[in-house]
C-alpha cells in the first residue's frame, strides 16, 4: 500500500513548506516529522495570523488531523512543551492529535553548550548553525550514546542524563574554558531546571511505538511525511560540511518514520521562484547587488527560527533538477512566485562554469560560476500570465519533465494556482 506521500524542500530549507503542508493536510489523516529538530521554522498563515513551528507537525491546526513526530527527529523537550504550550493557549489540544516515537533522540542542555563551543572553535569555518543542538544530539546517536524519549518511562533515567552531560561537559572542557553561553536567554542551569520539568510533561504524551504508523498504514490511512530543512542541507547530498545532521531527502523517511520503501507514493518537491540560503556555505546564484536586497525585502526572507536575514539569489535549475533526482520528485510546487512581481526581467541558472561549463551537480560547489539567464516577467494575478507559462516550463523541462503541481503566489492558505491535484 503505497500511503505515505513526502513533502521536502528542493533548495537551502525555508521553501515554504509548512502553507503547502498546511494546505495539502486535509487530503491525509496522519502528518509526519522524519528528521531534523527545532532547528527548522514552518511558517502558516491563515485568517490573518502568522504560526511559526519549529517540532510540532504542521497538521496540528487541522481538527482530526494526527501529527507524528518520528525516531528519525531529535527533540528539545523545553522547545516542544513552550510549543504545546501556545498552541493550547489558542484553543488546540495538541495532546489528544500528537504522537511521538519513543525512539526519537533528546537533545540536552549540554548539546546545546556543545553546539556553541564546537562553532566557537570552528573560528572563520563557522557553518551558520543554529545552535539548537542538533549536529550534536546526532552525533550521539551514531555514536549510541544517546538517551531517547523512551528512556524517560525508566527509572535510571536521570543517571543516564547526569551520566551523559558530564561527558558532555568534560569535552567542552577539553576545547577550552566553558563560554558563559545562554540558551535561549537562559543559563544552563536554568535550562536544567526548565528541561527536567519539561521531561514530567512529555510523560502525560502519546509515546508510542513502530505499530503506531505502521498501524495506520494498513487501516488505509494516508499519511504525509513533512520533510525539514532542504535538500542541499542533506548530510550526505548537500554542500558538505555546510549542512545540518540529518537525511532531509525522501531516503529519509523509511529510516525516520519506521516504515518501508513500499509505502512511499508521491514525492512533493517545493522550491521558491528563486532562492535562498541561511547561514554560511557555498551559493552559486547569490546575488550580492540591489536586486538580491530587493528579494530580500520583498520576500521578507528573515530566519523564521534564528531571524537572520536570508542570502538571496535566482533560481539554480542544475541544482534543482539535481534535488528532483536524488529524491524522485514526482510533483513539483513553486513558492513566492509574487516576489518576483517587483522585477520586469528574472534571472534562471541552467549551467555552471567550472573551467568548462557542465550542467550537473559537482562535489564543490566553491568554485562554481553561475550563468545566468534572464526572463521577461510580468505579474502574477489569478491567472498566469504567458512570462509565468514559459518559466514555469523551463523548469518542469529541465527538471526531465517533472510536473508543476501548484504556485504558491501569497502567504495566505488560499493564494495557491493549482495546475492538476
Ligand atoms: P544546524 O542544523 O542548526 O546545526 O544548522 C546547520 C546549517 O543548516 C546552518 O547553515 C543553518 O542555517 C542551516 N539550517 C538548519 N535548519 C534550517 C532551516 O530550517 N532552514 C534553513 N536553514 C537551516
Redesign the pocket.
Known amino acids: 500500500m503505497k500511503n505515505v506521500d513526502v513533502l521536502l524542500?528542493l533548495q537551502?530549507?525555508?521553501e515554504g513548506k509548512g502553507k503547502v503542508v498546511d494546505y495539502l493536510a486535509p487530503k491525509y489523516d496522519v502528518v509526519a516529522r522524519f528528521q531534523?529538530?527545532a532547528?527548522?521554522?514552518?511558517t502558516i498563515e491563515f485568517g490573518g495570523h502568522k504560526f511559526v513551528l519549529h517540532i510540532i507537525p504542521s497538521g496540528i491546526f487541522r481538527e482530526g488531523t494526527k501529527n507524528f513526530i518520528g525516531n528519525g527527529v531529535v527533540i528539545d523537550p523545553v522547545i516542544m512543551m513552550k510549543e504545546i504550550e501556545e498552541l493550547t493557549n489558542m484553543g488546540i489540544d495538541p495532546k489528544k492529535n500528537l504522537f511521538i516515537s519513543q525512539r526519537a533522540n533528546l537533545i540536552l542542555p549540554s548539546h546545546r553548550l556543545l553546539?556553541a563551543v564546537y562553532?566557537q572553535s570552528k573560528g572563520n569555518a563557522k557553518?551558520?548553525?543554529?545552535?539548537?543542538?542538533?549536529?550534536p544530539t546526532y552525533t550521539d546517536k551514531i555514536a549510541r550514546n544517546g538517551l531517547r524519549i523512551g528512556d524517560i518511562l525508566y527509572p535510571n533515567f536521570e543517571k543516564k542524563y547526569y551520566g551523559l552531560k558530564s561527558v558532555h561537559m568534560n569535552t567542552a572542557l577539553s576545547l577550552g574554558p566553558i563560554p558563559d553561553c545562554r540558551i535561549d536567554g537562559y543559563s544552563i542551569s536554568e535550562y536544567e531546571t526548565l528541561w527536567l520539568q519539561a521531561i514530567e510533561n512529555i510523560k502525560e504524551l502519546n509515546i508510542v511505538d513502530e505499530y503506531w504508523l505502521n498501524g495506520c498504514i494498513k487501516k488505509g490511512e494516508k499519511v504525509l511525511a513533512e520533510g525539514?530543512?532542504?535538500t542541499m542541507?542533506d548530510v550526505d547530498f548537500g554542500t558538505y560540511p555546510?549542512?545540518?545532521?540529518?537525511n532531509t531527502i525522501s531516503g529519509g523517511v523509511c529510516t525516520g518514520l519506521g516504515i518501508p520503501p513500499s509505502a512511499i507514493g508521491r514525492v512533493f518537491g517545493i522550491t521558491k521562484a528563486y532562492c535562498?540560503?541561511?547561514?554560511?556555505?557555498p551559493f552559486p546564484t547569490e546575488l550580492y547587488d540591489e536586486t538580491g536586497q530587493a528579494l530580500q525585502k520583498i520576500g521578507n526572507e528573515f530566519?523564521?527560527?534564528?531571524g537572520?536575514p536570508?542570502r538571496c539569489g535566482w533560481i539554480d535549475l542544475v541544482q534543482l533538477r539535481y534535488a528532483c533526482m536524488v529524491n524522485g520528485v514526482t510533483d513539483l510546487i513553486i513558492t513566492k512566485a509574487d516576489v518576483l512581481d517587483s522585477f520586469q526581467e528574472i534571472g534562471v541558472c541552467k549551467t555552471y562554469c567550472v573551467g568548462e561549463f557542465i550542467e550537473d551537480m559537482p562535489l564543490y560547489l566553491d568554485d562554481v560560476e553561475a550563468i545566468i539567464e534572464k526572463l521577461p516577467w510580468s505579474p502574477i494575478k489569478k491567472d498566469l500570465p504567458k512570462t509565468a507559462i514559459n518559466f514555469m516550463n523551463i523548469i518542469s523541462n529541465f527538471c526531465n519533465n517533472t510536473p508543476i503541481m501548484a504556485i504558491s503566489t501569497g502567504a495566505d492558505r488560499d493564494d495557491m494556482v493549482i495546475l492538476h491535484e
Do not use: M
Open positions: 524542500g537551502w530549507g525555508d531534523g529538530g532547528n527548522a521554522g514552518h553546539d562553532e557553518i551558520g548553525s543554529t545552535l539548537k543542538g542538533i549536529g525539514a530543512q532542504g542541507l555546510f549542512v545540518t545532521s540529518s535562498t540560503r541561511v547561514g554560511a556555505g530566519g523564521a527560527t534564528t537572520r536570508r
